[in-house]
């Protein structure tokens, strides 16, 4: 979660997505300081390499790892999405734990009804998934960590 200052004012704390959001409506520029816990000090916003591209133009490299996270996630949310095996890959334990209770229990109490949503939801998802670019699964879904859709 980052903060900002603002006429000599905190604001905060946002998201990464946030951050990016109000670069790209011209709220804030690349000399505003941010700050983030586990910084030393306050920085200008365009000097931290997450946010940095939005100035260049050009984008970081995504890492290797965090981007072949999205093919993986992506076909485990299509094959078995009714199980939300794909959140627990990504580390979504408690929206893995959420998907899994409510197919397998809510199936039995459904007659399987509720394991058929939760497997389009999973479907969803993976599709989802494929369909980002690499940059913007890693953003989204890897940093962002944003848990449904």
Not at 63 to 69: F, G, L, R, Y
Not at 132 to 135: N, Q, S, Y
């Given at each position: 979660m980052w903060y900002y200052l603002v006429d000599q004012q905190r604001l905060g704390p946002i998201?990464?997505?946030?951050?990016?959001?109000?670069?790209?409506?011209?709220?804030?520029?690349?000399?505003?300081?941010?700050?983030?816990?586990?910084m030393a000090e306050w920085a200008p916003l365009g000097s931290i390499p997450e946010f940095a591209f939005a100035f260049t133009g050009s984008r970081p490299a995504v890492?290797?790892?965090?981007?072949?996270?999205k093919l993986v996630a992506g076909l485990l949310g299509i094959l078995l999405g009714s199980l939300g095996i794909h959140k627990f890959y990504l580390g979504y334990n408690t929206e893995g734990i959420v998907m899994l209770l409510v197919s397998l229990v809510g199936g039995l109490a459904t007659c399987g009804l509720s394991t058929i949503a939760i497997n389009v939801i999973g479907i969803i998802e993976g599709v989802l998934y494929l369909t980002?670019?690499?940059?913007e699964f890693v953003r989204v879904y890897v940093r962002g960590r944003k848990g449904w859709f």
């Open positions: 998201p990464s997505q946030t951050v990016l959001h109000l670069i790209e409506g011209g709220s804030v520029s690349g000399g505003t300081l941010i700050w983030r816990q586990g890492a290797s790892a965090d981007s072949q996270k980002k670019t690499d940059e």
